[in-house]
């Protein structure tokens, strides 16, 4: 576990520098949900980057095993495409699915795919055309889908977190020691974060960093053949995002949108009540009531550590077959 | 109280949310996914991956105007 070690120390150590790189090159956004508004570095992301990679590579290094490499490639597309919208502004809303394809291209041409994916009730199928196109398509929705849960201070890696526990389970009750390594580097990656993005957050993680963890998710699924554990997984992160299009009527900027789901009184949300309001999980947690934004991420948690538990039971009962 | 009663509420709707994609992903892998795996009668293979396509476009409908029932009706009542 020496590469989890790795990936831990250096984005914990690399997170102040990115602190004061965030500062000096202006890339900030405002905090909104606190009165005082403060303006704070959005390179958080860059910290996970760079600790993923350091991780990655001791292992091709310890291991010789390449499997990291497609991975780590898709990863950072996925960041640097992040990268691209916190330091210039949001890319078109319809362009960006579209340049996240660009992130399954790793995968795709190393061939770190099984295009026989273990479906509940058929068993192993053979998806040898279907398979791939699943695979570019599972890019822009579930990095889509993590992005737009990095809503509050600390909400995307604490419900991210749960993923890549229940991922961590599977793969050591299989005993694949490889999928299990890979993803401890990103889970300690998150958790060095943590402190500095929790509650008061001094660093956004970015959409450098949202970006490359729904990579980082799709590429654990597509190369440990967990996508049906991840699909449940990801449950609460893909309604936000589907539901968003939904009550937009399409792919459409938040910037266009007049009616905000979340209203912020002295630091306190409470949810709006106009029915064309985006339909959003924070939304729901605060319907009729007064939250703090502590409160709030935790509740965000809960939900996904009970969509996790529900994906691991269904992968055991359905995939393994063990219960 | 508020948030707990909500978190709870979002809970159950994430358990039917989990009930009904498996009851979908069965009609769908003896749907689509069957006829991929063993590609019988042209007519009939059309039909069940007609059948599993608009099982699968009526699940995400629902789950949206499931959703907005529960926030509207239940949440923000």
């Known amino acids: 576990m020496l590469e989890a070690f790795i990936a831990l120390v250096a984005t914990f150590l690399l997170a102040p520098l990115m602190i004061r790189l965030g500062k000096i090159l202006r890339i900030q956004g405002v905090d909104v949900h606190k009165p005082w508004r403060p303006l704070i570095p959005k390179t958080g992301g860059l910290a996970i980057a760079i600790g993923v990679t350091f991780g990655v590579i001791t292992m091709v290094y310890v291991h010789g095993n390449m499997v990291g490499l497609p991975i780590l490639s898709s990863c950072l597309i996925a960041s640097a495409i992040g990268l691209i919208e916190d330091v210039k502004g949001e890319i078109n809303p319809r362009l960006k699915p579209f340049l996240l394809v660009f992130a399954s291209l790793p995968i795709l041409v190393s061939g770190a795919f099984t295009p026989r994916p273990v479906i509940p009730f058929l068993g192993k199928t053979r998806l040898y055309k279907v398979y791939p196109v699943m695979v570019m398509a599972a890019y822009p929705i579930v990095c889509n889908a993590v992005n737009s849960v990095d809503v509050l201070n600390g909400s995307m890696i604490l419900t991210s977190f749960p993923f890549f526990a229940m991922s961590l389970i599977i793969f050591y009750l299989r005993g694949d020691y490889v999928a299990f390594t890979l993803t401890s580097i990103f889970l300690v990656a998150l958790l060095a974060l943590y402190p500095y993005n929790r509650y008061p957050a001094r660093v956004f993680v970015g959409n450098s960093g949202s970006l490359l963890v729904g990579a980082a998710m799709t590429s654990i699924a597509i190369v440990g053949r967990i996508e049906i554990a991840a699909i449940i997984a990801l449950l609460p992160q893909i309604m936000n995002e589907m539901h968003v299009i939904f009550s937009l009527g399409g792919i459409k900027s938040a910037k266009y949108v007049e009616k905000r789901p979340i209203n912020v009184e002295n630091g306190f949300l409470t949810a709006s009540k106009d029915k064309n309001a985006p339909i959003t999980l924070l939304r729901m947690l605060c319907a009729g009531a007064r939250v703090d934004e502590k409160s709030a991420v935790y509740a965000m948690a809960l939900i996904s550590i009970f969509t996790a538990a529900l994906g691991l039971i269904t992968d055991l009962a359905f995939i393994e077959g063990v219960m | ?77």
Do not use: H, Q
């Not at chain 2, 498996?22 to 590609?39: A, G, M, N, R």
């Not at chain 2, 059948?51 to 009542?77: C, H, N, P, S």
């Open chain 2, 1 to 77: 109280m508020g948030l707990a009663r909500n978190l709870v509420s979002v809970m159950v709707l994430m358990l039917v949310v989990w009930g009904t994609f498996l009851l979908v992903s069965y009609v769908v892998s003896i749907t689509i996914f069957y006829t991929l795996e063993y590609p019988s009668d042209t007519f009939l293979s059309i039909l069940r991956v007609l059948i599993g396509l608009a099982t699968a476009g009526a699940w995400v409908i629902g789950w949206y105007a499931l959703t907005r029932f529960w926030l509207y009706k239940l949440l923000l009542e």
